[in-house]
């Protein structure tokens, strides 16, 4: 029977373990350096459910539902609250709540004239072949009010990235093809809505998709993939080839194997490939990571203002200070706090706050930018605060060559697999994805 060690204990390398396990004759073991779960924990504390990294995922993610599906777990999915659906974008002092109709948009107050004239331009810009930064892409197409009130804090928000070095193919890869498709980013998605629309209709009834996550948070359905799997607490420093296999080494012990999965961040993958591969190592470099820290607070909710009761905001980029995302969790998703009790979670840092994550009073700065952005003056009852030192892997102008290194490096290192976020997605569907692909290449022997 071969057998697969998979690095790396977060959704990447438990995915991918659970699957090799299910769907192969191979025996797997994973190797941990901390706890299973990686960036998703789900703290349950005073009556409060926290997560400290991710908080849910899309319904229209297939790979995600299937794995949920496959191993069972379907019942303990929940759905966001139609409060979920108010979102609001905090601009010029105040708040934004932004239409779900992106036509409705254009009429609302939200954007000058000037904004509204680039759309309508927008159809006769034209399409740029190559590579470009987030920045340059929406600049040239839609103008840089557009970037600093709608895309920018989406990409903030999503990827705590700065538009300025994303790359558009690395991160938003069929927004660029959509530009070179149909010449415009608009007669695109009109086109794209259109059949849509049709197949929706013949189908589901409806395309509109909605925040998913577990009754008792992410960590549960982690937990679950990995209840059958043998894990080994241990840091892995070192590889090298032995025999037909691998030899990896550990700060407690060493372990051959047939196959290696390495599912963990570029940079504890940069040092454990130094003497393997030092080209591949320093390459590796290349990925820079945003830092970011999760501040929760827990309110009585009596007198709070009527946000309370919405999804939560982001921040146009020129308003950003410490924090760029505001989510009240108990608004969004049931079982997050008591009744009456409020839960806020706010996002701290990313690459245009770099120092606010380490912040020694970071609380007092959180507070400071609920009552600057949604006049919260009430004082909170409890507070909760993880750090990430290195939350986000950030897509550049040079992740596509990092990927093709990736890629090169395991065409010539037959048994040897990369997933994770650094590489194929930083979502948790995308992770999922990536670990469905690794299967299939496990299983093709490449
Ligand atoms: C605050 C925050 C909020 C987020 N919100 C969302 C969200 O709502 N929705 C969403 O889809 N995504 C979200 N994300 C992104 C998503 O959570 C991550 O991209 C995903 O969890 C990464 O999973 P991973 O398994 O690839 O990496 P990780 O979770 O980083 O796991 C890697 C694992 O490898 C282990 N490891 C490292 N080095 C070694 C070694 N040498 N030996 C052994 N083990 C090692 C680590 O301890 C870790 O457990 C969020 C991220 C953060 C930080």
Request: net charge positive; charged share 25%; proline share 3%.
């Amino acid at each position: 029977m071969k057998k697969v060690i998979v690095v790396g204990g977060g959704i990447s390398g438990i995915s991918v373990a659970y699957l090799i396990k299910k769907h192969t004759n191979f025996s797997v073991t994973i190797i941990e350096k901390d706890r299973i779960g990686g960036k998703a924990s789900t703290v349950r504390t005073n009556g409060y459910l926290i997560e400290t990294g991710p908080n849910g995922f899309l319904s229209n993610k297939a790979e995600i539902k299937k794995l949920i599906e496959e191993s069972h777990f379907d019942d303990q999915i929940i759905q966001s609250n139609d409060k979920a659906n108010r979102k609001f974008i905090f601009s010029s002092g105040k708040l934004w709540e932004i239409p779900n109709n992106p036509v409705k948009l254009l009429f609302s107050g939200f954007l000058s004239t000037k904004v509204k004239f680039n759309i309508l331009k927008e159809p006769f810009v034209r399409p740029y072949p190559n590579d470009e930064t987030v920045e340059s892409f929406v600049k040239r197409r839609l103008g840089e009010e557009f970037l600093n009130k709608v895309i920018g804090p989406m990409v903030c928000g999503v990827f705590a990235g700065d538009p300025k070095i994303m790359s558009m193919e690395s991160n938003f890869k069929r927004i660029k093809e959509i530009e070179k498709e149909y010449g415009s980013l608009i007669k695109g998605l009109i086109s794209l809505m259109k059949n849509k629309k049709t197949n929706a209709n013949a189908t589901t009834g409806g395309f509109s998709s909605k925040l998913m996550s577990f009754k008792n948070g992410v960590l549960s359905f982690l937990n679950h993939l990995a209840k059958d799997i043998e894990i080994i607490k241990d840091t892995i420093v070192e590889l090298k080839q032995e025999g037909n296999g691998y030899a990896l080494k550990g700060g407690k012990s060493s372990y051959t194997t047939d196959i290696v999965v390495f599912a963990i961040p570029s940079y504890a993958l940069r040092e454990i490939l130094k003497n393997y591969d030092y080209e591949l190592s320093k390459i590796l470099n290349k990925i820079p990571y945003a830092p970011m820290s999760v501040v929760a607070l827990g309110y009585d909710d009596k007198d709070l203002p009527d946000v309370k009761n919405s999804f939560g905001y982001l921040f146009a980029l020129n308003e950003i200070r410490d924090v760029i995302g505001v989510l009240f969790d108990s608004s969004v998703f049931d079982f997050r706090a008591e009744r009456y009790k409020v839960l806020v979670r706010l996002m701290v840092g990313g690459q245009l706050a770099k120092d606010a994550p380490f912040k020694q009073n970071i609380i007092e700065s959180a507070v400071k930018e609920l009552q600057r952005s949604a006049s919260i003056f009430k004082p909170f009852e409890f507070s909760f605060v993880k750090r990430h030192k290195k939350a986000i892997p950030i897509y550049t102008m040079e992740h596509k060559s990092v990927f093709e290194s990736i890629r090169e490096f395991e065409r010539k290192n037959s048994g040897i697999f990369i997933t994770g976020n650094a590489f194929y997605g930083v979502g948790l569907n995308d992770c999922v994805k990536a670990a469905y692909q690794t299967l299939e290449k496990i299983k093709g022997g490449h």
